[in-house]
């Protein structure tokens, strides 16, 4: 499958516009990508950066797939792209490694075309690194393409945003989204992974693909025994710590507002494993009280990029959880 058949049908609009600024020579040295998770921002900077570094571009605006510089990226080792990211998930970009991007695309190109840098997550960067950008978003060096990616753009300092060409993207309608798993990604069920991805199609096609369902389910599971009391919020902090930021959180604040869906407008739970025991849930719990959690648990998804202590964190969180069940118990250990 080439890359412009698999390409997400509702970046076409951006992509097209990215096209002509590059055809017409005016295309921007920085760009902002701002988007949800998993509505195609990197596969929109992918295609832009293999095409600028590209020895021979198709006539319709495309990377050839043949050439040596379409082999090297293939590979992962185009010494002229680099993609910058958190040397630890869920941390920060440092400082160090800003200036060094900075020394990189200073230098001329490896293949005598373009120099592209991707930085994701973009708001990622602590200050210190979004400051050592500027003076490249300032003054870049010829040929050079910088861009960032940000589900978050709002975060990143205002003084970086103004000197980037912004680009927002929203999903696409559900319709479109479910044509586009079905065809092209060939994902079966695609509404029920729509549903679970927050309307993002790449988000579902991922979720899809790795089984992932099978853990989350036993995450549910897990948070309806603490709110019931059958198990002990201390002991499922320390299994949820390893992959708070990227599932457990997520997860729960989603769960919370299909909880809150199903308590306010009687919108049952997509998801099969959350029908019986959340709706029960739904019914002894507080809206109120609802909306309070799912703001800390924002709360605490975006302090984990900062070193928070993630086992007390949790065990806040999940104890909070407990208690909206009633007075404190005695958690039962069978
Ligand atoms: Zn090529």
Not at 25 to 44: C, D, E, I, N, S
Not at 116 to 130: G, H, T
Not at 299 to 313: H, K, P
Request: aromatic share 6%; hydrophobic share 45%.
């Amino acid at each position: 499958m080439t890359e412009a058949s698999s390409f997400p049908s509702w970046l076409e609009p951006a992509w097209q516009q990215l096209l002509l600024s590059w055809r017409e020579q005016r295309l921007a040295h920085a760009l902002l990508f701002g988007a949800p998770a998993g509505l195609g921002k990197r596969r929109l900077a992918e295609r832009l950066a293999a095409l600028l570094l590209c020895a021979e571009p198709t006539p319709a605006g495309d990377a050839c797939g043949r050439c040596q510089s379409c082999g090297w990226l293939r590979a992962g080792t185009h010494p002229d792209l680099t993609v910058l990211a958190p040397e630890e998930t869920g941390k920060a970009i440092k400082v160090d490694q800003v200036r060094a991007l900075c020394a990189e695309l200073a230098m001329t190109s490896h293949a005598g075309r373009y120099k592209v840098a991707l930085i994701a997550p973009a708001e990622a960067m602590n200050s210190n690194a979004a400051n050592s950008l500027l003076k490249t978003l300032e003054e870049p060096t010829p040929r050079t393409l910088l861009v960032l990616l940000s589900e978050a753009p709002g975060r990143l300092l205002p003084t970086v945003r103004s000197r980037c060409r912004v680009l927002n993207f929203a999903a696409p309608p559900t319709q479109e989204a479910i044509a586009w798993l079905e065809t092209v990604a060939e994902v079966d069920d695609p509404e029920r992974y729509l549903a679970l991805a927050n309307g993002a199609p790449l988000a579902a096609a991922e979720l899809a693909a790795s089984g992932v369902l099978t853990e989350r389910d036993q995450r549910l599971q897990e948070l309806i025994a603490v709110f019931h009391g059958r198990a002990d919020p201390l002991k499922i902090a320390a299994d949820w710590q390893a992959d708070a930021g990227t599932a457990v959180l997520p997860w729960w604040r989603q769960w919370l507002q299909m909880l809150l869906r199903y308590k306010l407008a009687q919108v049952p739970p997509a998801e099969a494993g959350a029908r019986q025991g959340w709706c029960q849930i739904a019914d002894t719990v507080d809206s109120r009280e609802m909306f309070q959690l799912c703001d800390r648990i924002s709360a605490t998804e975006r302090a984990l990029n900062s070193g928070l202590n993630r086992q007390l964190a949790l065990e806040d969180l999940l104890i909070r959880w407990a208690r909206l069940a009633g007075p404190p118990r005695k958690v039962r250990t069978t």
